[in-house]
T-cell receptor
């Protein structure tokens, strides 16, 4: 079983839809959770980060972490064509990069929002 | 806009060439990273520098040679690469090696350098 599982999609939705993106993980030691957005041929851009369990909201984006289920989600409300990108979840057991505890990425979900 | 700047954005090199990728950040970060990303794959960590010292080398072949001349600059020297090394090379930085999210210390990526080895 891979440490982080993420459905690659593609996921296609109409403009204005609520989008739900998810990752599951197997390492119960993960405590730091991030979502990155990556446009085609660009570097990843940090969208949201959370520590441990709970919700965090920032504008149209909401990140949720359920450590008991080892499941994290990113919700996008009122989706726009400009949200079309690949969304990568990332997580780590430690708050630093050391051998064996580097930031682990999911494969990314490709989202397409049509106008 | 990202505050991690990478040059060049695109590079095509032959297998016998020597070239370098450059990265610069002016956020005062003391940890800098090189990642490699193949198409439709997540980024893979290559190297970590902490306070200008190499902290992590994730078993990267010696044809990739990192260098951190100062706290703002990070280079990746390339020599005798193979076609399978063609990828997006991402530079990233964080406040320090211990990036504690509670204090807003997270990892920021540059836009990447697209490398094609022919």
């Amino acid at each position: 079983q891979k440490e982080v599982e993420q459905d690659p999609g593609p996921l296609s939705v109409p403009e204005g839809a609520i989008v739900s993106l998810n990752c599951t993980y197997s390492n119960s030691a993960f405590q730091y959770f991030m979502w990155y957005r990556q446009y085609s041929r660009k570097g990843p851009e940090l969208l949201m980060y959370t520590y441990s369990s709970g919700n965090k909201e920032d504008g149209r984006f909401t990140a949720q972490v359920d450590k008991s289920s080892k499941y994290i989600s990113l919700f996008i409300r009122d989706s726009q064509p400009s949200d079309s990108a690949t969304y990568l979840c990332a997580m780590s057991a430690a708050g630093w990069n050391q051998a064996g505890t580097a930031l682990i990425f999911g494969k990314g979900t490709t989202l397409s929002v049509s106008s | 806009d990202t505050e991690v700047t990478q040059t060049p954005k695109h590079l095509v090199m032959g297998m016998t060439n020597k070239k370098s990728l450059k990265c610069e950040q002016h956020m005062g970060h003391r940890a800098m990273y090189w990642y490699k990303q193949k198409a439709k794959k997540p980024p893979e960590l290559m190297f970590v520098y902490s306070y200008e010292k190499l902290s992590i080398n994730e078993s990267v072949p010696s044809r990739f040679s990192p260098e951190c001349p100062n706290s703002s600059l990070l280079n990746l020297h390339l020599h005798a690469l193979q076609p399978e090394d063609s990828a997006l090379y991402l530079c990233a930085s964080s406040q320090d090696k211990r990036w504690t999210l509670s204090s807003g210390n997270t990892i920021y990526f540059g836009e990447g350098s697209w490398l094609t080895v022919v």
